[in-house]
T-cell receptor
Framework: GAVVSQHPSWVICKSGTSVKIECRSL??????MFWYRQFPKQSLMLMAT?????????EQGVEKDKFLINHASLTLSTLTVTSAHPEDSSFYIC?????????????FGPGTRLTVL | AQSVAQPEDQVNVAEGNPLTVKCTYS??????LFWYVQYPNRGLQFLLK??????LVKGSYGFEAEFNKSQTSFHLKKPSALVSDSALYFC????????????FGSGTKLNVKP
């Protein structure tokens, strides 16, 4: 099956610093990847759609200048949390589609736990 | 607008007993429905999906789900629960206009006790 990896699996940083999270499709190419965040005991909320070679599409209410997304290749998307604050602490999960169209399914990475002190 | 609802925050079941995790949906157009499982500090794993065809969908790890159009439900079931099934389960629906966009339910924590 399709495998999506994330790095790092967890990160602790000081308030005001920036953190980069990588999402890779290991055995397939993904022109589109997705970034979600999940608060404790809550569901996943789609933050943005990462498009290879073009700008990301952000969901309403997500600050694009704070959550920078770069999809530089068909197997890698990165999410950079800039000037992180404690309220940015969350579980960030990426996903990618194996194929496009209505019969596709999203494959999820293992997630990255971000803690901002 | 598309949405799914999971009315139960938690479901408790004894090992060996059948389990049901409930999900209802609201969509405009044809529903594309999914179930995912999440173990602690892990990403989501795909269990099964309904696109079209038979109302009873069989998926991974012995799980199945029944699509009921009249009741707008897509309940997840398993005939005999295992302790290892204990996890967080999410129902999801795909956006009818944008196949890349999923809407997730609030999740149901399944506890299977020995």
């Amino acid at each position: 099956g399709a495998v999506v990896s994330q790095h790092p699996s967890w990160v602790i940083c000081k308030s005001g610093t920036s953190v980069k999270i990588e999402c890779r499709s290991l055995d397939f190419q993904a022109t589109t990847m997705f970034w979600y965040r999940q608060f404790p005991k809550q569901s996943l909320m789609l933050m943005a759609t990462s498009n290879e070679g073009s700008k990301a599409t952000y969901e309403q209410g997500v600050e694009k200048d704070k959550f920078l997304i770069n999809h530089a290749s068909l197997t890698l998307s990165t999410l950079t949390v800039t000037s992180a604050h404690p309220e940015d602490s969350s579980f960030y999960i990426c996903s990618a589609n194996l194929v496009s169209g209505p019969n596709n399914e999203q494959f999820f990475g293992p997630g990255t736990r971000l803690t901002v002190l | 607008a598309q949405s799914v609802a999971q009315p139960e925050d938690q479901v408790n079941v004894a090992e060996g007993n059948p389990l049901t995790v409930k999900c209802t949906y609201s969509v405009s157009g044809n529903p594309y429905l999914f179930w995912y499982v999440q173990y602690p500090n892990r990403g989501l794993q795909f269990l099964l999906k309904y696109i079209t065809g038979d109302n009873l969908v069989k998926g991974s790890y012995g799980f199945e789900a029944e699509f009921n159009k009249s009741q707008t439900s897509f309940h997840l079931k398993k005939p005999s629960a295992l302790v290892s099934d204990s996890a967080l389960y999410f129902c999801a629906v795909r956006d009818g206009d944008n196949f890349n966009k999923f809407y997730f339910g609030s999740g149901t924590k399944l506890n299977v006790k020995p």
